[in-house]
Protein backbone atom coordinates (compact mmCIF):
# COMPACT_ATOMS: atom_id res chain seq x y z
CA UNK A 1 0.00 0.00 0.00
CA UNK A 2 1.54 3.38 -1.23
CA UNK A 3 3.09 5.41 2.02
CA UNK A 4 1.99 9.16 2.87
CA UNK A 5 3.31 11.45 0.08
CA UNK A 6 6.99 12.77 0.30
CA UNK A 7 8.07 9.54 1.85
CA UNK A 8 10.09 6.38 -0.04
CA UNK A 9 6.84 4.23 1.17
CA UNK A 10 5.12 3.86 -2.44
CA UNK A 11 8.31 2.40 -4.21
CA UNK A 12 7.52 -1.15 -5.88
CA UNK A 13 8.67 -4.05 -3.95
CA UNK A 14 10.79 -4.89 -6.40
CA UNK A 15 13.01 -1.55 -6.25
CA UNK A 16 16.10 -1.70 -3.95
CA UNK A 17 15.97 0.29 -1.22
CA UNK A 18 17.27 4.26 -1.15
CA UNK A 19 20.63 4.88 -0.22
CA UNK A 20 20.02 8.31 1.26
CA UNK A 21 16.43 9.46 3.47
CA UNK A 22 14.30 10.55 0.68
CA UNK A 23 11.72 12.72 2.84
CA UNK A 24 11.10 16.43 1.57
CA UNK A 25 12.67 18.06 4.32
CA UNK A 26 15.69 15.57 4.10
CA UNK A 27 15.88 16.48 0.17
CA UNK A 28 15.85 20.29 1.26
CA UNK A 29 18.75 20.02 3.94
CA UNK A 30 20.55 18.05 1.19
CA UNK A 31 20.64 20.85 -1.43
CA UNK A 32 21.30 23.54 1.58
CA UNK A 33 24.32 22.36 2.73
CA UNK A 34 26.80 24.04 0.30
CA UNK A 35 25.06 27.81 0.82
CA UNK A 36 25.56 26.88 4.78
CA UNK A 37 29.21 25.71 3.76
CA UNK A 38 29.85 28.68 1.74
CA UNK A 39 27.88 31.04 4.20
CA UNK A 40 30.14 29.76 7.12
CA UNK A 41 33.37 30.19 4.98
CA UNK A 42 32.65 34.08 4.80
CA UNK A 43 31.93 34.06 7.94
CA UNK A 44 35.76 32.72 8.60
CA UNK A 45 36.89 34.76 6.04
CA UNK A 46 34.98 38.33 7.34
CA UNK A 47 36.34 37.38 11.11
CA UNK A 48 40.01 37.07 9.80
CA UNK A 49 39.88 39.91 7.30
CA UNK A 50 38.59 42.10 10.83
CA UNK A 51 41.22 40.52 12.89
CA UNK A 52 43.75 41.71 10.69
CA UNK A 53 42.63 45.11 10.53
CA UNK A 54 42.35 45.08 14.19
CA UNK A 55 45.87 43.52 14.73
CA UNK A 56 47.24 45.36 12.66
CA UNK A 57 48.55 49.07 14.96
CA UNK A 58 49.58 46.51 17.25
CA UNK A 59 52.03 44.95 14.21
CA UNK A 60 52.71 48.28 13.72
CA UNK A 61 53.49 49.61 17.44
CA UNK A 62 55.96 45.85 17.29
CA UNK A 63 57.90 47.02 13.89
CA UNK A 64 58.87 50.31 15.61
CA UNK A 65 59.57 48.84 19.17
CA UNK A 66 61.93 46.61 17.17
CA UNK A 67 63.78 49.11 15.50
CA UNK A 68 64.36 51.67 17.77
CA UNK A 69 68.01 51.81 18.32
CA UNK A 70 70.63 54.93 19.22
CA UNK A 71 70.52 56.16 15.47
CA UNK A 72 66.67 56.40 15.57
CA UNK A 73 65.71 57.34 18.93
CA UNK A 74 63.12 59.74 17.25
CA UNK A 75 60.85 57.03 15.95
CA UNK A 76 57.75 57.16 17.35
CA UNK A 77 54.10 55.02 16.92
CA UNK A 78 51.73 58.17 16.70
CA UNK A 79 48.69 55.87 15.95
CA UNK A 80 46.14 57.76 15.09
CA UNK A 81 42.52 56.75 15.67
CA UNK A 82 40.18 57.06 18.65
CA UNK A 83 40.39 57.32 22.24
CA UNK A 84 40.34 53.57 22.34
CA UNK A 85 42.18 51.45 24.84
CA UNK A 86 45.06 50.67 22.00
CA UNK A 87 45.43 54.32 21.23
CA UNK A 88 45.83 54.62 25.26
CA UNK A 89 48.72 51.82 25.34
CA UNK A 90 50.50 53.37 21.76
CA UNK A 91 50.44 57.15 23.68
CA UNK A 92 51.88 55.39 26.64
CA UNK A 93 54.56 53.98 24.84
CA UNK A 94 55.31 56.94 22.47
CA UNK A 95 55.88 58.78 26.10
CA UNK A 96 57.64 56.19 27.18
CA UNK A 97 60.09 56.26 24.52
CA UNK A 98 60.19 60.27 24.41
CA UNK A 99 61.66 59.97 28.12
CA UNK A 100 63.84 57.00 26.76
CA UNK A 101 65.39 59.59 24.31
CA UNK A 102 65.56 62.17 26.33
CA UNK A 103 67.67 60.46 29.12
CA UNK A 104 69.96 59.21 26.07
CA UNK A 105 70.26 62.15 24.81
CA UNK A 106 71.13 64.07 27.93
CA UNK A 107 74.14 61.07 28.91
CA UNK A 108 75.59 61.47 25.19
CA UNK A 109 75.85 65.08 25.43
CA UNK A 110 77.39 65.37 29.05
CA UNK A 111 80.05 62.77 27.86
CA UNK A 112 80.82 64.09 25.02
CA UNK A 113 80.81 68.02 27.15
CA UNK A 114 82.52 66.24 30.14
CA UNK A 115 85.52 65.01 27.23
CA UNK A 116 86.17 67.90 25.81
CA UNK A 117 86.20 69.70 28.61
CA UNK A 118 89.39 67.76 29.94
CA UNK A 119 91.18 67.64 26.96
CA UNK A 120 92.72 71.13 27.57
CA UNK A 121 94.03 70.51 31.01
CA UNK A 122 95.58 67.33 30.50
CA UNK A 123 97.15 68.93 27.31
CA UNK A 124 98.32 71.43 29.62
CA UNK A 125 99.47 68.63 32.06
CA UNK A 126 101.63 67.10 29.44
CA UNK A 127 103.59 70.15 28.47
CA UNK A 128 104.06 70.64 32.03
CA UNK A 129 105.32 67.10 32.75
CA UNK A 130 107.49 67.05 29.73
CA UNK A 131 109.05 70.75 30.49
CA UNK A 132 110.06 69.82 33.78
CA UNK A 133 111.73 66.76 32.50
CA UNK A 134 113.58 68.99 30.22
CA UNK A 135 115.12 71.39 32.82
CA UNK A 136 119.14 70.45 33.41
CA UNK A 137 118.58 70.72 36.97
CA UNK A 138 115.66 67.69 37.02
CA UNK A 139 116.95 64.93 39.23
CA UNK A 140 117.16 61.59 38.33
CA UNK A 141 113.44 60.95 40.47
CA UNK A 142 111.80 64.42 39.20
CA UNK A 143 112.41 61.98 35.77
CA UNK A 144 110.74 59.01 37.08
CA UNK A 145 108.33 60.82 38.53
CA UNK A 146 107.54 62.81 34.82
CA UNK A 147 107.82 59.69 33.33
CA UNK A 148 104.92 58.03 34.99
CA UNK A 149 103.08 61.52 34.63
CA UNK A 150 103.00 61.12 30.96
CA UNK A 151 101.87 57.54 31.24
CA UNK A 152 99.10 58.05 33.53
CA UNK A 153 98.45 61.19 31.26
CA UNK A 154 98.61 59.35 27.93
CA UNK A 155 95.78 56.94 29.19
CA UNK A 156 93.81 59.27 30.41
CA UNK A 157 94.06 60.96 26.58
CA UNK A 158 93.08 57.74 25.91
CA UNK A 159 90.12 57.48 27.82
CA UNK A 160 88.66 60.67 26.97
CA UNK A 161 89.27 60.21 22.44
CA UNK A 162 87.77 56.20 23.12
CA UNK A 163 84.47 58.69 24.84
CA UNK A 164 84.53 61.44 22.48
CA UNK A 165 84.21 58.39 19.41
CA UNK A 166 81.77 56.59 21.31
CA UNK A 167 79.57 59.79 21.85
CA UNK A 168 79.89 60.90 17.79
CA UNK A 169 79.40 57.03 16.55
CA UNK A 170 76.31 56.62 18.86
CA UNK A 171 74.96 59.61 17.10
CA UNK A 172 74.92 57.72 13.12
CA UNK A 173 76.70 58.77 10.30
CA UNK A 174 75.54 61.81 8.88
CA UNK A 175 76.87 61.82 6.10
CA UNK A 176 78.55 59.07 3.62
CA UNK A 177 81.30 58.29 1.39
CA UNK A 178 82.67 55.64 -0.70
CA UNK A 179 85.50 54.06 1.52
CA UNK A 180 88.15 51.43 -0.08
CA UNK A 181 88.27 49.43 2.79
CA UNK A 182 91.02 47.11 1.40
CA UNK A 183 93.37 50.06 1.14
CA UNK A 184 92.20 51.73 4.70
CA UNK A 185 93.36 48.09 6.22
CA UNK A 186 96.20 48.05 4.94
CA UNK A 187 97.25 51.60 5.68
CA UNK A 188 96.33 50.30 9.50
CA UNK A 189 98.20 47.01 9.22
CA UNK A 190 101.50 49.43 8.06
CA UNK A 191 100.73 51.95 10.68
CA UNK A 192 100.84 48.83 13.43
CA UNK A 193 103.94 47.78 12.10
CA UNK A 194 106.37 48.76 15.12
CA UNK A 195 103.79 47.44 17.70
CA UNK A 196 103.79 43.94 16.78
CA UNK A 197 107.34 43.75 16.70
CA UNK A 198 107.13 45.07 19.84
CA UNK A 199 105.00 42.17 21.08
CA UNK A 200 106.46 39.43 18.79
CA UNK A 201 103.29 39.14 16.73
CA UNK A 202 103.52 37.90 12.81
CA UNK A 203 100.80 40.23 11.19
CA UNK A 204 99.05 39.04 7.99
CA UNK A 205 96.82 40.15 5.60
CA UNK A 206 93.97 38.62 2.75
CA UNK A 207 92.49 41.71 0.82
CA UNK A 208 90.25 42.22 -2.15
CA UNK A 209 88.91 45.36 -3.10
CA UNK A 210 85.64 46.53 -1.39
CA UNK A 211 84.02 49.65 -1.00
CA UNK A 212 81.03 50.57 1.55
CA UNK A 213 79.35 53.86 1.97
CA UNK A 214 80.59 55.49 5.32
CA UNK A 215 82.72 58.10 7.47
CA UNK A 216 86.77 57.23 7.16
CA UNK A 217 87.50 58.72 9.67
CA UNK A 218 85.18 56.10 11.91
CA UNK A 219 85.80 53.14 10.04
CA UNK A 220 89.68 53.66 10.29
CA UNK A 221 89.08 53.62 14.22
CA UNK A 222 87.05 50.62 13.79
CA UNK A 223 90.29 48.89 12.29
CA UNK A 224 92.95 50.30 14.11
CA UNK A 225 90.89 49.32 17.27
CA UNK A 226 90.72 45.61 15.79
CA UNK A 227 93.99 45.29 15.03
CA UNK A 228 95.46 46.99 18.27
CA UNK A 229 93.63 44.51 20.35
CA UNK A 230 94.78 41.56 18.07
CA UNK A 231 98.42 42.57 18.82
CA UNK A 232 98.10 43.82 22.64
CA UNK A 233 96.05 40.73 23.75
CA UNK A 234 97.74 37.92 22.09
CA UNK A 235 101.28 35.83 22.93
CA UNK A 236 104.61 36.48 22.02
CA UNK A 237 105.32 34.32 19.02
CA UNK A 238 101.74 34.79 17.79
CA UNK A 239 99.85 36.19 14.74
CA UNK A 240 97.16 38.55 13.94
CA UNK A 241 95.35 38.40 10.77
CA UNK A 242 92.69 41.07 8.84
CA UNK A 243 90.72 40.01 6.23
CA UNK A 244 89.07 42.42 3.74
CA UNK A 245 86.14 40.48 1.24
CA UNK A 246 82.79 40.63 0.25
CA UNK A 247 80.62 39.34 3.16
CA UNK A 248 81.80 39.49 5.88
CA UNK A 249 83.88 42.52 5.19
CA UNK A 250 86.03 42.48 7.51
CA UNK A 251 87.09 40.10 9.54
CA UNK A 252 90.21 40.50 12.63
CA UNK A 253 91.77 37.18 13.57
CA UNK A 254 94.10 36.83 16.09
CA UNK A 255 95.81 34.01 18.58
CA UNK A 256 96.51 34.58 22.02
CA UNK A 257 95.14 33.12 25.22
CA UNK A 258 91.46 30.59 25.84
CA UNK A 259 88.46 32.86 25.47
CA UNK A 260 85.65 31.26 26.96
CA UNK A 261 82.82 31.52 24.73
CA UNK A 262 80.34 32.69 27.35
CA UNK A 263 82.68 35.78 28.40
CA UNK A 264 82.34 37.25 24.91
CA UNK A 265 79.75 38.97 24.60
CA UNK A 266 80.83 41.12 27.85
CA UNK A 267 84.09 42.03 25.92
CA UNK A 268 82.15 44.81 24.17
CA UNK A 269 80.73 46.53 26.99
CA UNK A 270 82.34 49.61 28.21
CA UNK A 271 85.58 49.27 30.59
CA UNK A 272 85.40 45.26 30.42
CA UNK A 273 88.19 43.00 30.18
CA UNK A 274 88.97 39.48 30.00
CA UNK A 275 90.08 38.05 33.43
CA UNK A 276 92.84 39.40 35.33
CA UNK A 277 95.05 40.09 32.65
CA UNK A 278 92.60 42.78 30.98
CA UNK A 279 91.86 44.38 34.52
CA UNK A 280 95.30 46.25 34.45
CA UNK A 281 95.12 49.87 32.30
CA UNK A 282 98.45 49.47 31.28
CA UNK A 283 97.43 48.52 27.91
CA UNK A 284 93.89 50.39 26.98
CA UNK A 285 91.28 51.85 28.72
CA UNK A 286 88.57 49.35 27.88
CA UNK A 287 86.61 51.16 25.13
CA UNK A 288 87.94 49.74 21.90
CA UNK A 289 85.18 46.97 21.42
CA UNK A 290 83.04 48.89 22.53
CA UNK A 291 83.18 52.15 19.62
CA UNK A 292 83.97 49.05 17.16
CA UNK A 293 80.75 47.77 17.85
CA UNK A 294 79.43 51.71 17.84
CA UNK A 295 80.76 52.32 14.41
CA UNK A 296 79.48 49.24 13.22
CA UNK A 297 76.15 50.10 14.31
CA UNK A 298 76.27 53.59 12.96
CA UNK A 299 76.80 51.78 9.06
CA UNK A 300 73.65 49.71 9.52
CA UNK A 301 76.72 46.87 10.24
CA UNK A 302 76.60 43.83 12.25
CA UNK A 303 79.47 42.01 14.42
CA UNK A 304 80.13 38.90 15.32
CA UNK A 305 82.17 37.46 17.64
CA UNK A 306 83.50 34.15 18.72
CA UNK A 307 86.39 32.73 20.83
CA UNK A 308 88.82 30.58 18.53
CA UNK A 309 89.19 26.88 19.78
CA UNK A 310 93.02 27.17 19.90
CA UNK A 311 93.08 30.86 21.53
CA UNK A 312 92.29 34.13 20.57
CA UNK A 313 89.11 35.25 19.23
CA UNK A 314 87.63 36.26 15.27
CA UNK A 315 85.74 39.16 14.71
CA UNK A 316 83.61 39.48 12.05
CA UNK A 317 82.03 43.05 10.81
CA UNK A 318 79.13 42.99 8.05
CA UNK A 319 78.52 46.00 6.59
CA UNK A 320 76.21 47.18 3.84
CA UNK A 321 77.90 46.84 0.31
CA UNK A 322 77.84 49.98 -1.87
CA UNK A 323 75.69 49.09 -5.42
CA UNK A 324 78.09 51.84 -7.29
CA UNK A 325 81.69 50.22 -6.22
CA UNK A 326 83.00 46.73 -6.46
Given at each position: ????????????????APV?????????????????????????????????????????????????????????????????????????????????????????????????????????????????????????????????????????????????????????????????????????????????????????????????????????????????????????????EVT???????????????????????????????????????????????????????????????????????????????????
Amino acid sequence: MPGPAGTCNSRPPWLPAPVLPCSFDTAIRLLNLPLIAAAVLLLAWINWLLAGLALRPLRATADTVRGLGPQNMGQRIALHSGRDALKELTDALDGALDRLAAGYEGQRRFAANASHELRTPLAVQRVLAEVAMEDPDAGTNLRRLGAQLLRVNERSERLIEGMLVLAESDRGVPGKMSVQLDELARSVLEAHAELADKHKVELRQQFRARSVPGDPVLLERLITNLVANAIVYNEPGGWAEVTVGAQPAITVSNSGQHVPAEEVPALFEPFRRLGADRVSHADGVGLGLSIVRSIATAHHGTIHARARPEGGLAIAIDLPANPSYP
